[in-house]
């Protein structure tokens, strides 16, 4: 069975249909192995039920007629960790020379514990 997804859209629609049927059956037999306690590899049922949506969503994309947006994610992927490193790189300096500043505060706002203490009481 083809696994990657060229493959996958070189073949027909009728060949798709063929290879979900196969799936769906080898997916059943996995789950009755995994049932029983005689799954040798508990991955496969994963990697079945992925290869599966694979071959529908062609499937989909055939019935309404999309392009695949292979090229699209290519060019995405490649802007992405660009755009990381700098961020990172610009902040990196700035939190290694930022020191932590005391805030002051207005003439009309005050803080918790600030209450205005007058003269000759103690609160020691």
Avoid: W
Avoid at 30 to 46: S, V
């Amino acid at each position: 069975m083809p696994k990657n997804l060229p493959e996958l859209r070189a073949l027909d629609s009728g060949d798709l249909i063929e290879q979900i049927e196969a799936s769906k059956e080898e997916l059943f037999n996995l789950r009755f192995q995994l049932a029983t306690g005689q799954l040798d590899n508990p991955m496969r049922l994963k990697q079945v039920r992925h290869d599966m949506a694979r071959m529908l969503t062609i499937l989909r994309e055939r019935e309404l007629g999309h392009e695949p947006f292979e090229a699209e994610e290519t060019e995405v992927a490649a802007e992405r960790p660009r755009r990381r490193l700098r961020k990172r790189a610009e902040e990196a300096p700035a939190k290694e020379t930022a020191a932590p500043e005391a805030t002051e505060t207005s003439e009309g706002e005050s803080e918790p514990g600030d209450a205005p203490v007058e003269e000759g009481e103690d609160y020691s």
